[in-house]
């Protein structure tokens, strides 16, 4: 059974940083690509960033460009998530999400992403 646990989450200032980190469990993490989603209230999931599973090729969305960075550390099968220039953006929780299918190169589509973590509440006040 796979099953991701997100952590990092919490209360920020505008500007600030934050790093979420998301340990996989159940299968072989290094075959798999991972993928980082977030849902503010009333709101769609959103794909926020991702990666492949060999690392070297991560993908963002146009709202996080050059201020949230992905990255992976096989060995602990964890996947990162380092958010800089934090803004007072509505709340949202933060997901981590790996993929059904592996891949060489990152899905960013929510449809190929099949396990879900429980999800980490993030907050920037202004």
């Known amino acids: 059974q796979v099953q991701l646990v997100e952590s990092g989450g919490g209360l920020v200032q505008a500007g600030g940083s934050l790093r979420l980190s998301c340990v996989v469990s159940?299968?072989?993490?290094?075959?798999?690509?991972m993928g980082w989603f977030r849902q503010g209230p009333g709101k769609e999931r959103e794909f926020v960033a991702a990666?492949?599973?060999?690392?070297?090729?991560?993908y963002y969305g146009d709202s996080v460009k050059g201020r949230f960075t992905i990255s992976r550390d096989t060995a602990k099968n964890t996947v990162y998530l380092q958010m800089n220039s934090l803004k007072p953006e509505h709340p949202a929780v933060y997901y981590c999400?790996?993929?059904?299918?592996?891949?060489?190169?990152?899905?960013?589509?929510?449809?190929?992403?099949?396990?879900w973590g429980q999800g980490t509440q993030v907050t920037v006040s202004s």
């Open positions: 999400a790996a993929p059904r299918a592996s891949s060489s190169a990152p899905y960013t589509g929510i449809r190929a992403y099949g396990y």
């Open positions: 159940g299968r072989t993490f290094s075959w798999y690509g």
């Open positions: 990666i492949n599973r060999s690392g070297d090729s991560p």
